[in-house]
Structure formats: C-alpha cells, structure tokens
C-alpha cells in the first residue's frame, strides 16, 4: 500500500518523532510506514490522518 505521509508530514514541518508521539508509535514505526515496509492498523492509520489534517483515503492508496 503506497501513501503520502512522508509528504504531508514535511509539508506540515513535523519530524518523524513528533509524529510518532502524537499517534502513540515509536518512530521506526513511522519511518517502516513511510517506506512501504508496515502498513499501519485501521486505528492507527485513523490517527495519522486526523494528525495530518487528511483523510485515509487520501493518506493511502492501493499499491
């Protein structure tokens, strides 16, 4: 599954650990997500896209 997170992330000046706080993760589990190598949980992918001001279906796509 590709996503845009990486993207949003930087575009909104947040670092990988800033966002690994705010969803509850650590951020290998960010950056693992980031490259295509985790897809995230249902709740999690919920979190990352109210933190990131988007929608999860416009955070991932199918790959």
Do not use: W
Request: glycine letters at 4%; hydrophobic letters at 40%.
């Amino acid at each position: 599954m590709e996503n845009r997170i990486r993207e949003l992330r930087k575009a909104a000046g947040i670092s990988q650990e800033e966002l690994a706080k705010q969803c509850g993760v650590t951020r290998q589990t960010i950056n693992a997500i980031e490259n295509n190598k985790y897809d995230p949980t249902l709740a999690l992918a919920f979190h990352l896209a109210r933190v990131l001001d988007t929608t999860v279906d416009s955070l991932f796509t199918p790959g």
